[in-house]
Each structure stands twice: as structure tokens, then as C-alpha cells.
């Protein structure tokens, strides 16, 4: 069997060792969740840099649409008034709704990507905590670990008046190792 001292070293240098991997590993995860959601706003801005860009495709051809449709009222003789021209204002209106609608639609995508940018944040942030986390258990566990073998080589004696200054003695060995 080995050692105490050098199990004991062992143990803390293992526990260190995973705590700050870890500890790596949230802050990779945090960052990679930061980078994510840098793109999903970069693809917001697009998505509503395009949906204006629709909009006004849509009404401009719509104005064609409304164009054509009055020479078309005006080359077949039949006066601007009364119903064609209640029909007309029917088609502006619904007209205007479609390039509302577009709007609409590419508002909602724009949302969509900015709301997932914010979960990625937070999915980061949460692995970090989680990597901190784990390295407070990992180190606690390796403490608790150096313990038990300090305390079955005779190292600890807590039961027969030790306690403090038996702590000490060992510091002392320990240092002069």
C-alpha cells in the first residue's frame, strides 16, 4: 500500500485537477451560450432589415396593382364613383393589410430569434453555476477523501484528547514533507 502522505497529496491534486475542469468546462459552455446568442440577434437584425425590405415590395407592387386597375376603369369608359370606387377603397385597405401583414410576420420571426438569443444566455450562465458547482463538490469530496485516509493511517485522533493540537502535529509533518 502507499503512503499516506503521498495518497493524501494525491487525492487534493486529482480533486483540483477535476474542480478546475469543471470550472473550464461552465465558462466554455457560458461563452459558447454568449456566442449563440450573438447570432441569433445578428439574425433578428437581418430578419427585420428583410421584412422591411418585403413591406415595401408589397406596397409597391400593390400600388402597381391599384394603378392598372384604375386605367383599366378609365380606358373602359366607366366612371371613378360609386361602386368601382368603393370596390377601390376596399382593395387600398386590403392592400395595406398584406404589407401589414409581412410586417407582422417578420416582427414575430425577429422576436423568435431575440427570445432564443436570451434562453442561450441563460442555458450559459446556468452551466457555469453548474461548473462552479460541481468544482465545490468535487474539492469538498477530495477534502473529505484526504481526510478518511489521514484518518485510517492514525494521522487524525480525534477520540483520545488529540483533536487541535494533533492537527498540528501533522500540519508540522506534513510541511516537512
Known amino acids: ?10 487525492t487534493l491534486a486529482t480533486a483540483g485537477v477535476n474542480a478546475y475542469g469543471q470550472i473550464q468546462a461552465g465558462q ?8 449563440n446568442a450573438q447570432i441569433l440577434e445578428q439574425r433578428a437584425a437581418a430578419q427585420r432589415e428583410q421584412t422591411a425590405f418585403n413591406e415595401e415590395r408589397t406596397r409597391a407592387r400593390n400600388r402597381r396593382a391599384a394603378a392598372l386597375a384604375r ?74 477523501s484526504a481526510g478518511g485516509v489521514a484518518y485510517k493511517a492514525g494521522m487524525l485522533n480525534f477520540g483520545n484528547g488529540g483533536g487541535v493540537s494533533t492537527l498540528r502535529q501533522n500540519a508540522q509533518f506534513l510541511r516537512g514533507v
Open 1 to 10: 500500500m502507499c503512503d499516506p502522505t503521498t495518497m493524501i497529496v494525491a
Open 28 to 35: 466554455q459552455a457560458r461563452a459558447a451560450g454568449e456566442r
Open 71 to 144: 386605367v383599366g376603369l378609365a380606358t373602359s369608359g366607366v366612371a371613378a364613383t360609386g361602386t368601382p370606387l368603393s370596390v377601390a377603397g376596399a382593395d387600398r385597405e386590403e392592400m395595406e393589410l398584406d404589407a401589414l401583414t409581412v410586417r407582422w410576420q417578420g416582427e414575430l420571426e425577429a422576436q423568435e430569434s431575440l427570445n432564443e438569443a436570451e434562453t442561450q444566455r441563460f442555458l450559459g450562465r446556468q452551466a457555469a453555476s453548474r461548473g462552479v458547482m460541481g468544482a465545490i463538490g468535487t474539492l469538498a469530496t477530495g477534502a473529505l
